[in-house]
């Protein structure tokens, strides 16, 4: 992608972590932000390292593609980059990645709304249903249980498709991701009060297609 290209180190994926600081161990996220904004190369790999994975499973479950939901994190953290020099509050960094990946999404969703096209059958939790069914048979559980496990996951991959794009964003956000309401709002330009109600209807939409299970 022309002009939207990571650091090459942070780019390869082979994360060398820098060196970490305070008492109790942990790297402070708002000081690898202000190291990356000074040009510290391998600050800004560590939070690739942080934040890759989590726009993917983002990415993900908005688009079920895999390919689409990589260009999402490849762009995002590739505009990260290029934005932590104009940056002015290092905590400001996670709310705005979120917020730019979650728009990129909506993007590709309003793009293939516009340009309708058969898609791929991509899973977003085909992932929990095989973590779920090795585990089973490694403990020589009742594969019945297994399968009745993989077909609730099919059911929510199927409810959470059917979803608005805005409401899916809210309740990925929130229920996987744990943003709250004004993170949420700040993602898709709206009011707390408008994420709430998108977040409410996106529930009784799900629990109504999870009845059966419950």
Not at 9 to 14: E, K, L
Not at 43 to 54: D, G, P
Not at 107 to 127: E, N, Y
Not at 131 to 136: I, K, S
Request: charge should be neutral.
């Amino acid at each position: 992608m022309a002009g939207s290209e990571l650091p090459q180190a942070a780019h390869n994926g082979r994360i060398s972590p820098p060196t970490r600081s305070g008492n109790n161990g942990h790297t402070d996220e708002a000081a690898l932000v202000a190291r990356a904004r000074d040009g510290d190369l391998p600050a800004f790999e560590y939070l690739v390292a942080i934040y890759q994975r989590r726009l993917f499973r983002l990415a993900y479950r908005m688009l079920r593609d895999r390919g689409d939901a990589e260009d999402v994190v490849q762009d995002t953290l590739a505009a990260g980059w290029r934005m932590l020099p104009t940056l002015t509050r290092e905590e400001a960094f996670g709310g705005w990645i979120y917020r730019t990946a979650t728009n990129r999404c909506l993007d590709v969703l309003r793009h293939r709304t516009a340009h309708p096209q058969d898609l791929p059958g991509a899973d977003p939790l085909a992932d929990a249903a095989a973590v779920v069914a090795a585990r089973e048979s490694v403990l020589e559980s009742d594969p019945h249980h297994t399968a009745e496990v993989a077909a609730e996951l099919e059911t929510l991959r199927r409810a959470l498709a059917l979803l608005p794009a805005d409401q899916r964003a809210c309740w990925l956000l929130r229920e996987i991701h744990g943003q709250s309401y004004a993170e949420i709002g700040a993602a898709l330009r709206i009011s707390p009060q408008a994420v709430r109600g998108r977040l409410s209807r996106a529930r009784e939409h799900l629990a109504a297609a999870m009845a059966q299970w419950h």
